[in-house]
């Protein structure tokens, strides 16, 4: 067996090893399999475990073993929801989605990475059942916050609708009605819910603006500028220099009339 005592051993070599063995491998057996002993090496084999997790190749057992998720004839692949709390497993090799009922979707979000086992479904149908949660879609949400007998939640914006319950004392004092940024804290079961905590308040629902803020946090778009773009704003002069006004004609006395409202956002 080569010594990996300076190299991980690729994917398709961990693949061998696990096809090879006679059932899953826990960490160190399957570092003994590669000659791989010193913690440091361990420890960068295991991420390579994990990315391997994440991208439905392997799957991590409740005692922390890896096996193949082909041999456990597991399906991986991305969640669709639908707004009527049903969904889809939408396979990564490109075969016919799999149904993923309410009970089912009661512990997924939108866009989770998952490996299920399929089953006989309803008229004739096949069903999946979640086996493993790989990755999680997302971390955080935009929505708006409720308050109905105590309790507070956050209901995404959007139109998958997810909600969190918001701990009484991690609200921010937002305000029923407002348009918060919850982080996930806990994530759902088949028994509770997703629970979390509202780190930032972007304003009221009506207020000017709010939907661009809502569309941008959404998304993920970066809205913060960088250092170098910054630094070169901050050389512009806040008075319209006297080379610049050369060869232009000045309007800025005339009075200009536009059809926008007040709140428009393409001025």
Do not use: C
């Given at each position: ?37 010193a913690e440091q090496h361990l420890r960068a084999l295991e991420n390579r475990l994990k990315a391997m997790v994440r ?213």
């Amino acid at each position: 067996m080569k010594k990996y005592e300076h190299q991980i051993p690729s994917r398709e070599a961990i693949i061998d090893a696990l096809n090879a063995a006679p059932g899953p491998l826990a960490l160190k057996a399957l570092g003994k399999s590669f000659d791989i002993q010193a913690e440091q090496h361990l420890r960068a084999l295991e991420n390579r475990l994990k990315a391997m997790v994440r991208d439905g190749q392997l799957l991590r057992n409740r005692a922390g073993h890896f096996g193949l998720t082909q041999a456990l004839e597991l399906v991986v692949g991305r969640v669709k929801a639908h707004r009527d709390g049903f969904g889809f497993l939408i396979r990564d090799d490109s075969e016919p989605d799999i149904y993923l009922s309410g009970r089912e979707m009661r512990s997924l979000f939108d866009g989770d990475r998952v490996a299920v086992r399929v089953v006989p479904g309803r008229r004739d149908g096949q069903e999946g059942r979640v086996v493993e949660v790989l990755a999680r879609a997302k971390t955080e949400i935009v929505g708006q916050f409720h308050r109905e007998r105590g309790i507070g939640y956050v209901l995404e914006h959007g139109d998958m609708r997810t909600e969190i319950l918001i701990g009484r004392g991690d609200t921010l004092r937002a305000k029923p009605g407002n348009i918060v940024r919850a982080e996930i804290v806990e994530y759902p079961n088949e028994r509770s819910p997703a629970i979390g905590r509202i780190v930032e308040i972007l304003g009221a629902a009506d207020q000017p603006g709010i939907k661009t803020d809502i569309a941008i946090l959404a998304h993920g778009i970066p809205q913060d500028w960088p250092d170098a773009a910054a630094e070169q704003l901050a050389e512009i002069a806040d008075e319209v220099p006297e080379p610049a006004k050369r060869d232009r004609v000045d309007l800025r006395d005339l009075p200009l009339v536009t059809i926008d409202g007040a709140d428009a956002r393409d001025f």
